[in-house]
């Protein structure tokens, strides 16, 4: 299983980018890259998803270098309500046998006024 | 959108309890997840399921079981509770595509064993 690192937790402001990178060493040829966002007392919420290079949805860029040995999530001009927790995930395509997904222990974004 | 319920928000059982958790999905998908989710440690998964009567073991399954009667409905079970499976119980459903999934999460129950 490819096993995630991601910082525990990060601070910004309102209006500001902000970036989340998730180290991921070992992670296999055919595995992908998914992000989560998560509100206290909530599940989990797809934001993006990837693997390799640059993604872009309404919402976040997912940064993917040739390596793939980690990732980084970008959210343009945060606001108050993008405060959450923020998960990486690594997954295992299922026609490869076998699935196995890895959640990061989450970085807990706090965005202040 | 997809909807994902789980049947309870909170639960208290006592030790030695058989616990029944239930999730319900309404958009058809064949594969869905049991995960807990502790301080510190992150979702982990416990069971999922590919199919109706289908089942597999995830990262920690000991001291679970799971069952999939009907497509929609997947139920995770506690067959005699312990106090280390308090917890936050996330239940998934899935969608597949090019070989990715993309989870879609209930609320969360979160299970007090006393």
């Known amino acids: 299983l490819a096993k995630t690192t991601q910082p525990i937790s990060m601070d910004s402001y309102e209006g500001q980018e902000v970036n989340i990178t998730c180290s991921h060493n070992n992670i296999a040829t055919n595995d992908y890259i998914t992000w989560y966002q998560q509100f206290p007392s909530q599940g989990p919420r797809f934001i993006i998803q990837g693997y390799k290079t640059k993604v872009t949805n309404e919402v976040a860029s997912l940064f993917i270098p040739a390596d793939r040995k980690s990732s980084t999530l970008s959210l343009p001009r945060v606001s108050l309500s993008d405060t959450a927790v923020y998960y990486c995930?690594?997954?295992?395509?299922?026609?490869?046998?076998?699935?196995?997904?890895?959640f990061g222990s989450g970085t807990r974004l706090q965005v202040q006024p | 959108d997809v909807k994902v319920t789980q049947s309870s928000r909170y639960l208290v059982k006592r030790t030695g309890e058989k616990v029944f958790l239930e999730c319900v999905q309404d958009?058809?998908?064949?594969?869905m997840f049991w995960y807990r989710q502790d301080p510190g440690l992150g979702l982990r998964l416990i069971y999922f399921?590919?199919?109706?009567?289908?089942?597999e073991k995830g990262d920690i399954p000991e001291g679970y079981s799971v069952s999939r009667e009907k497509k929609e409905r997947f139920s995770l079970i506690l067959e005699s509770a312990s106090t280390n499976q308090t917890s936050m119980y996330l239940c998934?459903?899935?969608?597949?595509?090019?070989?990715?999934?993309?989870?879609?999460f209930g609320p969360g129950t979160r299970l007090t064993v006393l």
């Open positions: 995930l690594v997954g295992t395509p299922r026609d490869t046998g076998r699935r196995a997904l890895t």
């Open positions: 399921s590919y199919d109706v009567k289908m089942k």
């Open positions: 998934a459903s899935i969608t597949s595509g090019g070989g990715t999934d993309t989870q879609y």
């Open positions: 958009m058809d998908h064949e594969n």
